[in-house]
């Protein structure tokens, strides 16, 4: 997948101070019941890698925001991850000041499918425990529409 930016000042506070920890974030990571067993975090700055192994590709797109929408945390880079059922990739998108989910799925599949934020909402589950808490700044999963 690659390197994923992400806003280091923005995001759950996970760490007392601003820097992230590796071991921190893998707590945080599991506890999201994304069964990310198999992955290792490794932090150097504000720059997080992931290594090891998950089971298809939408855990991997969760971990990585899981990770990444994290106060200290400027990237996640997840080259050494071997996805064991790979399928076509997500978009992201960052939230912007106004965003909604509705506009948000108006924006991303088009005019007249704001009622598809609902694909948007369950795509970031268990980060995103309600439609209508985004801020700006986060990163969102946007999975293509199944045809």
């Known amino acids: 997948m690659g390197l994923f930016s992400f806003l280091n000042d923005v995001g759950e506070k996970l760490f007392g101070g601003k820097e992230a920890k590796a071991d921190e974030l893998k707590k945080h990571l599991d506890a999201q019941?994304?069964?990310?067993?198999?992955?290792?975090?490794?932090?150097?700055?504000?720059?997080?890698?992931?290594?090891?192994?998950v089971k298809d590709q939408e855990t991997l797109e969760k971990a990585v925001l899981a990770v990444?929408?994290?106060?200290?945390?400027?990237?996640?880079?997840?080259d050494d991850i071997k996805v064991e059922k790979p399928a076509e990739e997500?978009?992201?998108?960052?939230?912007?000041?106004g965003?909604?989910?509705?506009?948000?799925?108006?924006?991303?599949y088009g005019k007249g499918n704001g009622a598809k934020y609902t694909i948007i909402f369950e795509a970031n589950k268990p980060m995103l425990k309600h439609p209508d808490k985004i801020y700006p700044g986060q990163k969102l999963r946007i999975p293509p529409l199944k045809k």
Request: net charge negative; aromatic share 6%.
């Open 33 to 53: 019941g994304l069964d990310t067993q198999g992955i290792e975090v490794h932090v150097d700055g504000d720059q997080v890698t992931l290594t090891g192994s």
């Open 90 to 97: 997500s978009n992201f998108y960052e939230v912007k000041s």
């Open 68 to 78: 990444g929408n994290n106060v200290g945390v400027g990237g996640v880079k997840t």
């Open 99 to 108: 965003d909604t989910l509705w506009k948000i799925a108006e924006s991303q």
